[in-house]
């Protein structure tokens, strides 16, 4: 039976349903909720609405607010008057007003729009953003012209997310505010709705020197393409600004109009690099004869990065196969013809590839990086075991820029071939050589490295150490444990955040003590990576120390202690997690209702609710108490899949 006919059945039960009985059998649990709502779309006796309302309110206040606003609008306005009728925090009710979602709350909305305290603005401004409707317009505009900035923040937030034309007004005039984010934010939104009817903002943004993610404009262009854009976009390409010229020319390529290749073309003569590439870039997408013999002509720039483009675009569209031809271009006199033959042969993949390894191999010793950066990706492409071979002969070779390449390479490639080879660079002289190959050793898996990586944690070089840890720590060797126990005295974070990771992977209980004094101490990132091996390592012994931690000094260790200790998962955290809900950091107040979140137990779900019904608790941090409470009271009563102890829950 689905959920409408359902509701049609229970709807015909409520008038002989106690209020003992709707409460405890039906409101209290999670899985009639959508049902509860359903009726009510259908309730045509308002009392018995009412009743129903009243009744959820008293099981739950979120759960009444929902169901305020899920009777028929003519009784709305009823229904939303118990909610403002309940004896409970103003942030509290403010909260439940969103929840209702429902137009007949903006009134009441309204009425704390001034309101001395910013919290209350700014939960007026969360709940016009549950509420989400073109209606909620008119009174986030006001919130706009709030003295405080993250209220106007979260009124632009709220904007944006009703993304109609009716909110271009409100967000253009975002774009003046004195807050960088508010701004970012509403030129975000005017470029997401990709509307005709944001054609002359997008090019103001297109413009401005203020938003920097141009980008998006053009892509926002692209997607309305009709004639009025191209056009605009077209005239920018004479503009005095660099980049304005560079991502109209960007916008047209995305756009693929014909209409656009005689304004790209006129680049060829335009006195910025990046302006003329981008051009090339957009003529590659167009693909018209026209922009076909602009490529051409562009083949003849002076400089690299635009030449090459175009011959880069060249090959795409002629749509070269691996010949005679293009390995004879492998060894062509100039570099970025090389380099262009090498990029085309790293996207095939056939039985032709084994003609190209010598070639390639060739190429791989070329002195210029790009180049034998591309060798090494066509190579690895390739990836048979005569490429490696011919790979592992170069790890002879003297140059140890050479060598430091190949161990890359035949760690991408990832085959067991190479490690015993890949063993002795452990020893190299060159120590990007060494850790290249531990880095390869830990990603191929091989066993018969472990003594080699292990001596490797007492290497000279950092790099080398921290690689080796990494390595170890992918083959959970539990004879890397003291070594990597001693790393955690490490002088370079890197290497003491890889051990730690490294134990919690091996599942090193005789690693706990020493990871907890690493929770008081270290950089963050090392704290971080401990505490993630204490979650997986999981013993109860660590526990106690934890809870301990949650009134340290430090707001870190706070955060990290509170976020460990609802991983493991222990109940005996709950008093301590509930208490840091009162932090002033906003961090440590989220770690802790996330924690109670995964451990609350039923008692935590009426400690929760004493704690919003205090005035004082719910003032607590500007109201985030308040927010992250409600928002572990709402994970644990997920996970029990009702809302109030009180009412007797049945399994």
Not at 97 to 116: M, Q, V, Y
Not at 200 to 219: E, M
Not at 495 to 516: F, H, K, M, P, Y
């Amino acid at each position: 039976m689905n959920i409408i006919n359902t509701a049609e059945s229970l709807l015909k039960q409520l008038p002989s349903i106690s209020d003992q009985e709707l409460q405890q059998n039906y409101l209290n649990y999670f899985k009639w909720t959508e049902t509860l709502v359903e009726m009510l779309r259908l309730v045509d006796n308002q009392d018995q609405a009412q009743r129903v309302v009243r009744l959820g309110l008293e099981v739950d206040w979120q759960l009444g607010a929902r169901l305020a606003g899920a009777v028929k609008p003519e009784f709305q306005e009823q229904t939303i008057g118990l909610v403002a009728g309940l004896k409970v925090p103003t942030l509290v009710k403010l909260q439940l007003f969103g929840i209702t979602r429902s137009d007949k709350a903006i009134p009441e909305l309204s009425k704390f729009l001034n309101h001395n305290n910013f919290a209350v603005r700014w939960s007026v401004a969360g709940a016009l953003e549950k509420i989400g409707t073109e209606a909620t317009i008119d009174l986030l505009s006001k919130c706009l012209d709030d003295d405080d900035s993250n209220v106007r923040r979260r009124a632009a937030l709220a904007l944006s997310k009703i993304g109609t034309e009716a909110t271009i007004a409100p967000l253009s005039k975002c774009l003046d505010d004195d807050d960088s984010l508010i701004r970012t934010m509403a030129a975000d939104a005017l470029v997401e709705m990709r509307s005709p009817a944001t054609i002359d903002v997008l090019i103001k943004l297109l413009k401005s020197q203020d938003y920097r993610r141009s980008y998006k404009v053009t892509y926002a262009l692209a997607e309305i393409g009709d004639q009025s854009a191209t056009t605009a976009l077209i005239k920018l390409l004479e503009d005095q600004d660099d980049k304005v010229r560079r991502d109209a020319a960007n916008a047209l390529g995305k756009i693929d109009s014909e209409t656009a290749v005689d304004g790209l073309l006129n680049c060829l003569d335009d006195q910025d690099v990046m302006v003329r590439r981008s051009a090339v870039t957009a003529l590659s997408k167009i693909q018209s004869p026209g922009a076909i013999d602009g490529l051409l002509k562009f083949l003849e720039d002076e400089e690299y990065d635009v030449y090459s483009t175009a011959a880069d675009a060249v090959m795409k569209i002629f749509s070269l196969s691996v010949n005679d031809d293009l390995i004879r271009l492998l060894n062509y006199k100039d570099s970025y013809v090389r380099i262009n033959a090498a990029k085309a042969l790293v996207n095939f993949q056939s039985p032709e590839s084994l003609v190209v390894i010598d070639p390639l191999i060739k190429l791989f010793k070329y002195e210029k990086h790009d180049v034998r950066r591309l060798a090494k990706a066509a190579l690895v492409k390739i990836g048979s075991l005569d490429a490696i071979n011919e790979l592992i002969k170069l790890l002879d070779d003297e140059d140890s820029d050479l060598r430091i390449w190949v161990t890359e390479a035949l760690g991408e490639i990832g085959s067991e071939a190479a490690s015993d080879r890949l063993i002795t660079c452990l020893e190299d002289d060159n120590y990007l050589v060494r850790r290249n190959a531990a880095e390869a050793l830990g990603d191929i898996g091989s066993e018969a490295a472990i003594d080699g990586l292990i001596k490797c944690l007492e290497d000279d070089h950092s790099d080398v150490r921290w690689m080796a840890a990494e390595a170890l720590g992918k083959l959970n060797s539990p004879a890397a444990i003291e070594g990597l126990i001693t790393c955690l005295e490490d002088e370079e974070n890197l290497v003491r955040s890889q051990a730690a990771e490294a134990l919690g992977n091996i599942g090193a209980t005789s690693a706990i003590d020493r990871l907890i004094k690493v929770l008081k101490n270290d950089k963050y990132n090392v704290r971080e990576e401990a505490a993630k091996a204490l979650v997986k390592i999981g013993p109860l012994s660590a526990t106690n120390k934890l809870i301990k931690l949650l009134d340290n000094e430090d707001f870190d260790v706070r955060i990290i202690a509170a976020e460990v200790l609802g991983q493991i998962g222990s109940e005996s955290a709950i008093d301590g997690l509930i208490k840091c809900l009162e932090y002033s950091n906003n961090f440590v107040p989220k770690k802790a209702a996330e924690a109670l979140g995964k451990i609350g137990t039923e008692a935590t779900i009426s400690k929760l609710i004493n704690r919003l019904n205090n005035e004082d608790f719910v003032q607590t941090n500007d109201g985030m108490s308040c927010d992250e409470t409600i928002n572990a009271l709402n994970a644990i009563q997920e996970r029990y899949q009702f809302y109030n102890p009180t009412y007797s829950p049945k399994p």
